[in-house]
Every structure is written in structure tokens, then in C-alpha cells.
């Protein structure tokens, strides 16, 4: 049993929780550690200590783009997964926002842009070289056709997401944005057939998490990007595909050009990394993605001009000028590390761990008969189950008192027991979604953890 320090001491506690946070592997801290106070450099600087940290940096976004099939200035850090679904929403939107507006231009003139152009008129990248702001990302038909000032963009989410994607879609609904939600079926898989009637020329972006945290029920994107593929053609417009694969990473292959994806979100601290790190991959090919130069405002702010991803965080331009603020190199690093560990060992941690949430269902199933899945998981680590003599918020403490840490969804909600969107979301009755909790499984549980979970569930139950 894993020794975990609470407020009042040590106690004995049991962890099944992995969904909301995975502790960080041995190895991904033994490389992260000469990071703190050997390598420290900051890694904008020109002098050694800062080449090598920026060589660490670097070093990690060429292992998660090789591992996710994108190329290495498509991967863009930030502090988590939270961030990097608020620069994909917020960032979309506001370049579109500003191209409808007339602030951006679809296509600026090379000389302007530090862009040239082939022959067949698409824009290739110059003068990038630098990796700070003098850089950033085009969108050639961000903006729907036909369009004029009074139209707003529009942005569809299923009714599922992580709230860092729902509250972000509501906080631009609120801003003008149209937010459309993609209901799901009693599954938890989006309805491909009202995907199909949302879609429309005002479409900037569609996103619909990988896995969802609450009840590992896993969409089919292939299916849905073919989808987008295919009203591209036929609309000759470009909504983007994003993707929260937060909880995915871990079981499931990422490849973004099998699924097709435009944006991609991941986190360090779901697959064995620190906390403090995530990234979001963002397509620059194929759908005209540039380069772009910021402009200078006559006030002296920086204003960027025609983009396709609008950073959320200005400064000093790093992240090829999408993620301004020195990097957190130790946690990059870590992150980068084990996400290679992940990679490596996907196949054997989902077969093992699938197979201790199996074990833990027939045991619970024995002690506690009424229990009922929520949804259907198709993701190894996550189960949400009815008890139907429980009320969620009662039930978590009395857990917690017993030493068994489970949630009531994620994490952010978990402390003030909201009802769980997602579980509605699915259709389930109130009275069930109030009696419902979230088990999460890891590669450090046991079946001797389970067994003695088991064994304090039967007294709390
Ligand atoms: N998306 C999903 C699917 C998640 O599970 C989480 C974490 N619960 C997040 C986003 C947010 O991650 P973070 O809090 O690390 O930013």
C-alpha cells in the first residue's frame, strides 16, 4: 500500500485516481533533475548555459513530434493541457475574429509578411529561422467565403469536453462567438449525423476530446475528420479539428495524420510526467498555415496580422511567437521523456491495466451486486460507476475517510461535487448522476491494492 502523506500525518491510502493525476516515473525524474540547478540557463539566452537548455527543449518537442507523426515546429509547449485547449479555441477565434474584421488579411503580400510565394501561388516560409515571435502561423481560408463584418464565427464542441474546453467555448460565446454543442449518445460517442447538420460555412473549429476523463468512452475521429474532409471540399471552407487527447496519450496511438487532426492537446502530468507541462500540436501544412510577422500598433503594442492561431500569451515571441515566457525546462523535459516511456510501453500498460479494472469490477460486482457502469469505457484506466444506496459528495468522504481516493469526475469539479455534466450529457437521470463515482486505474496499482480497496469498500458500502 502506497504510503501517502495527508493533512493529518501519514496514512495508508490507496490511489484510484490516475485519471486526475499520475505520479512522476522514476526515470522521468532522474532526467529532469539536472534541469533545476546544473542546466538552468534560460533557454532564450545566446551563451552556452542557455543553448543547452534550449537544446533540452528542443530535444523533447522533436520526441513528441516524432511520436505524434507532426513535424517539430508544430509542437508547441505550454503549462498543461487547460492552456493548451484555451489556445486552440481562443487562438482560432481570434484569428478569425480578426480577419473578419478586416484586421488580418487572408493572403499578405510577400514582401510584407516575410513570406514568398510558389508558382502556384501557396506560400512558402522564409527568413524563419529564428524561433522567436518573427514567426507564426497563416491560414490561407481561415475565414469562411462570402463573409462580411456581422457574421460570427462559429464553434462546435461536444457536450462531453473537459470544462477547460466547455467554460472557454461559453467565456467566447459571450464574447460573440456562436457555440453550438454536439450531443452524444447513451455511450458517450458524438452523433456523426447532427455533426453533419452543425457544420456550415461560419465553422472555424470543431472540438471533440479523444477520451473523455469521466468515462472513457473513446470518439471515433477518423470517422469524424473524414467528415470535415469532406465539407472542406464540397463548402470550399476550412474548419479546423481539434482534439483534447489529455487522457489518451497514455493508451492510446496519437498518430495525427492517420486521424486526421488540426490541433492536437496533451498532457505531461496524465502519462507519468510533472505537472507544468503540456503542448498543443498545431497542423502548419496543408491547409496554408504560415508563417506570420507581428505588426507594430501605432501605440507600441504588438498586434500580430494575418494568422491562423492568435497567441493567448505575448512577450518575448518563444514558441515561434504562439507561447511567449521562458520555458519550463524541467518540466519539458520530464514531459518529454515520458511521453518516450509512454510510447514505448502503451501496449503493455493498457493490457495491465485494463485488466486491474477488470479484476476490480468482478470483485466489486460480488460485494456490491446493484452497482451500474455509466457509459461505456473503452479506455483501460477509467470506469464510472452507480451506486445506488450513494450520494456522490457523501460517498467520496466516506471513501477518503476509509483511504480509498477516487473523484467525482475531474478533478477541477470534484471539490465542490458538481453534477457531472458529462454524465447528463449521456442522459442519465439526476438521481443516478448523484450516486455516481469515477475510478481510475494506474500502472503502479496492484491487485493487492484492490483486494484491500475491495475489502474497505464492503464496510463502507
Ligand atoms: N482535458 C482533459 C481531458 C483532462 O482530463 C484534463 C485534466 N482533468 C484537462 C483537460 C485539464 O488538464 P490540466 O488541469 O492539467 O490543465
Not at 484510484?16 to 533557454?43: C, I, W
Not at 477518423?222 to 463548402?235: G, H, P
Not at 503594442?301 to 515561434?320: C, D, L, M, Y
Request: glycine share 10%; hydrophobic share 40%.
Amino acid at each position: 500500500m502506497k504510503k501517502t502523506r495527508k493533512a493529518g500525518g501519514i496514512y495508508n491510502g490507496i490511489y484510484l485516481d490516475y485519471a486526475a493525476s499520475t505520479p512522476v516515473a522514476p526515470e522521468v525524474k532522474r532526467a529532469m533533475q539536472p534541469y533545476f540547478s546544473e542546466f538552468f540557463g534560460n533557454p532564450g539566452s545566446l551563451h552556452s548555459f542557455g543553448q543547452e537548455a534550449i537544446a533540452a527543449v528542443d530535444a523533447a518537442r522533436e520526441t513528441i513530434a516524432k511520436a505524434i507523426r507532426a513535424e517539430f515546429r508544430e509542437v508547441i509547449f505550454t503549462s498543461g493541457a487547460t492552456e493548451a485547449n484555451n489556445l486552440a479555441l481562443r487562438g482560432v477565434v481570434s484569428a478569425v475574429w480578426h480577419i473578419l474584421r478586416g484586421n488580418g488579411r487572408l493572403s499578405a503580400p510577400a514582401a510584407e509578411s516575410g513570406l514568398s510565394s510558389r508558382p502556384d501561388g501557396s506560400d512558402i516560409r522564409v527568413g524563419d529561422q529564428s524561433r522567436r515571435g518573427s514567426e507564426m502561423f497563416r491560414v490561407k481560408h481561415a475565414a469562411p467565403r462570402n463573409l462580411n463584418n456581422n457574421v460570427k464565427p462559429k464553434l462546435i464542441v461536444s457536450a462531453i469536453e473537459h470544462e477547460s474546453i466547455l467554460n472557454t467555448a461559453y467565456a467566447l460565446e459571450a464574447e460573440g462567438v456562436e457555440v453550438a454543442v454536439l450531443p452524444v449518445d447513451k455511450k458517450g460517442i458524438v452523433d456523426l449525423k447532427k455533426l453533419e447538420g452543425m457544420l456550415d460555412e461560419r465553422t472555424a473549429l470543431l472540438s471533440v476530446m479523444y477520451v473523455n476523463n469521466e468515462i472513457g468512452s473513446v470518439q471515433p475521429l477518423a470517422a469524424i475528420a473524414k467528415l470535415i474532409s469532406d465539407f472542406r471540399k464540397e463548402s470550399g471552407t476550412s474548419p479546423l479539428f481539434h482534439t483534447d487527447a489529455a487522457q489518451a496519450f497514455e493508451y492510446f496511438e496519437c498518430d495525427i495524420k492517420k486521424l486526421g487532426i488540426d490541433l492536437m492537446t496533451l498532457s505531461s502530468q496524465k502519462m507519468y510526467g510533472p505537472k507544468g507541462a503540456g503542448a498543443l500540436y498545431i497542423r502548419n501544412k496543408e491547409l496554408g498555415i504560415m508563417n506570420y510577422e507581428s505588426g507594430k500598433r501605432r501605440d507600441g503594442a504588438i498586434t500580430p496580422n494575418s494568422r491562423f492561431v492568435v497567441p493567448e500569451i505575448t512577450g518575448g515571441g518563444q514558441e515561434f511567437g504562439l507561447r511567449s515566457g521562458t520555458e519550463n525546462v524541467p518540466a519539458i523535459v520530464g514531459f518529454g521523456k515520458a511521453l518516450a516511456r509512454a510510447e514505448k510501453k502503451r501496449k503493455e500498460h493498457a493490457k495491465y491495466v485494463g485488466a486491474l479494472k477488470d479484476y476490480f469490477l468482478k470483485g466489486l460486482r460480488k460485494i456490491y451486486p446493484k452497482v451500474r457502469e455509466n457509459g461505456i469505457s473503452r479506455a483501460p484506466h477509467i470506469v464510472n460507476l452507480y451506486f445506488p444506496t450513494e450520494f456522490t459528495g457523501d460517498f467520496l468522504v466516506k471513501m477518503d475517510m476509509a483511504g480509498i481516493a477516487v473523484s467525482s469526475g475531474s478533478a477541477c469539479s470534484a471539490r465542490s461535487f458538481t453534477p457531472s455534466h458529462v454524465l447528463h450529457a449521456i442522459g442519465l437521470p439526476s438521481e443516478r448522476v448523484r450516486g455516481s463515482v469515477r475510478f481510475s486505474f494506474g500502472v503502479p496499482t496492484t491487485t493487492r491494492e484492490i483486494d484491500e480497496a475491495l475489502r474497505r469498500m464492503r464496510n463502507v458500502l
